[in-house]
């Protein structure tokens, strides 16, 4: 018996549960691939499985139905693994332990991977099902979406025959998305000086926060572990003589960081004043943060004593300057749609190698304009540069554009209304969704973006509604039973 045996949809609900025991976060989707097309070949259906581990599977329409037009349902089977810091699950290699509270499922000690394991488990319980009402489906599962939308980028769709597509990676029941914002990854590099340092060893910890998604919360203007340390190294290193031996912080490009940790060598004689440095800062942050982040913290600890491989001094104060200058959060709002955020970036992720003395920090860009997401990674090489570093840009993908002319939403809406005696709510998201890119392969496609509630995805808090579940897979069956008018 899983955890989740008795939930209703009782086979939505089994595959979930079997996507969480297999490990599947991004760059590591081998397995959780090999599974798709497994059960795929099992249920007889049509499977293409590309050397990116992208999987599609094909059923055919059934009886009644081999008129009506195709629908392709997508999704990406990777999730953003994350983990508390006292969590001992080895995420590249171990499962998840789900849990249910109320109606929500969560994953103890980690991130659950609702985003976007339940858009897997809804596509396999469809495929399953004998009897069912609906026209051919073409389900397209794709990888590594949280880390740049690659698979998506790679795959081939030529196979398909559908223009009309049901995008299952949205966490808010009740809204259909239909346009979201582009964006890319940048990643800076700058080079620092190395020199031995006699002295006292401390560790520093920033810690505490919310965290979350960098394209779904990043107007809550929630703390960022990584420039908070910034704040902290600089104001120690204008007040003390420190080398830098250890910095790290974030564990992806797209999520708010929650944790970074330092270590800086310091003189012993300086001891008294760095704890009241640190403690002050504190002070000033909690303040600042009372109500989006009340549980921050800064914490110190002292490591010993002796001769230390650092960056040199001039350099720490070099990297606390550049992260004191990075831009980070919301950058703009949009003119056309008030409360929709236009341009931000997120500082993901930041680390010291310290064999070469190198500081490496990823960025998240996103933008619903072109040119202003252009100018938003210019400025990230303006920076890089003027602290002695380059930046380059990756993952670079197209935003989604709104469609007026979409029969595919004006029936999703229909039916919606038919169901619940209301109308969804119509909007566009900051966050990126693959539809973009999909699009610019397949010609005239007709897309609408949906799911159901979920809260704090890419974070150790993430939760699945299980009544929402349940309403969004009644909705999708009977969505797919209705025959074009």
Not at 148 to 153: L, V
Request: with cysteine; aromatic share 4%; charged share 25%.
């Amino acid at each position: 018996m899983g955890v989740l045996s008795g939930l209703e949809p009782e086979r939505v609900f089994y595959y979930f549960e079997e996507i969480t025991k297999i490990p599947h976060g991004s760059g590591n989707v081998e397995e959780i691939s090999d599974y798709l097309a497994r059960f795929g070949k099992e249920h007889g259906l049509t499977v293409f499985q590309d050397e990116l581990k992208n999987v599609i599977l094909i059923k055919e329409a059934a009886p009644g139905y081999e008129t009506e037009p195709p629908v392709i349902l997508q999704g990406h089977m990777d999730m953003v693994a994350v983990k508390k810091p006292d969590c001992g699950i080895d995420l590249k290699k171990e499962g998840l332990k789900v849990a249910v509270r109320g109606d929500e499922i969560y994953a103890q000690g980690t991130s659950l991977g609702g985003d976007d394991g339940i858009a897997v488990a809804y596509a396999l319980a469809l495929l399953e099902s004998e009897g069912g009402k609906h026209p051919r489906l073409e389900v397209v599962l794709t990888v590594d979406e949280e880390t740049g939308m690659d698979g998506a980028r790679g795959i081939d769709l030529s196979m398909l025959t559908g223009r009309r597509m049901i995008n299952l990676d949205s966490e808010d029941e009740g809204i259909f998305l239909t346009s979201c914002a582009g964006g890319a990854r940048v990643n800076i590099k700058l080079s620092l000086q190395k020199e031995e340092r006699q002295g006292c060893s401390a560790s520093l910890e920033v810690g505490g926060l919310l965290g979350g998604h960098s394209g779904g919360e990043i107007h809550k203007e929630r703390g960022n572990s990584n420039l908070l340390m910034g704040r902290l190294l600089a104001r120690l290193s204008e007040k003390l003589p420190l080398g830098l031996t250890e910095l790290s912080g974030g564990l992806a490009d797209n999520a708010i960081p929650r944790q970074t940790r330092a270590r800086v060598v310091f003189a012993p004689e300086d001891r008294a004043a760095l704890q009241e440095i640190v403690k002050a800062l504190e002070a000033e942050v909690r303040a600042e943060l009372s109500a989006k982040d009340p549980d921050v913290f800064f914490r110190v600890e002292e490591c010993g004593q002796g001769t230390y491989s650092c960056v040199s001094e001039a350099d720490t104060r070099r990297t606390a300057a550049f992260l004191r200058a990075l831009p980070n959060g919301v950058q703009s709002m949009s003119a056309d749609m008030p409360g929709l955020v236009e341009t931000s970036l997120n500082l993901g992720m930041l680390g010291l190698d310290p064999g070469t003395g190198e500081l490496t920090a990823a960025f998240s860009v996103r933008s619903s304009v072109e040119s202003a997401k252009r100018e938003l990674i210019g400025k990230l090489e303006a920076v890089a540069a003027l602290a002695g570093g380059k930046a380059v840009a990756s993952g670079d993908y197209p935003g989604w554009k709104y469609r007026k002319d979409s029969p595919l939403r004006d029936k999703m809406t229909a039916v919606y209304e038919k169901m619940y005696g209301v109308s969804p709510k119509i909007e566009a998201i900051h966050a990126g969704l693959e539809c973009g890119i999909l699009g610019s392969k397949i010609p005239d496609l007709d897309c609408v973006s949906i799911g159901p509630q979920m809260r704090d995805i890419h974070t150790t808090e993430e939760t699945l509604s299980i009544s929402s579940t349940r309403r969004v897979w009644e909705y999708l069956v009977r969505l797919l039973e209705e025959k074009d008018c």
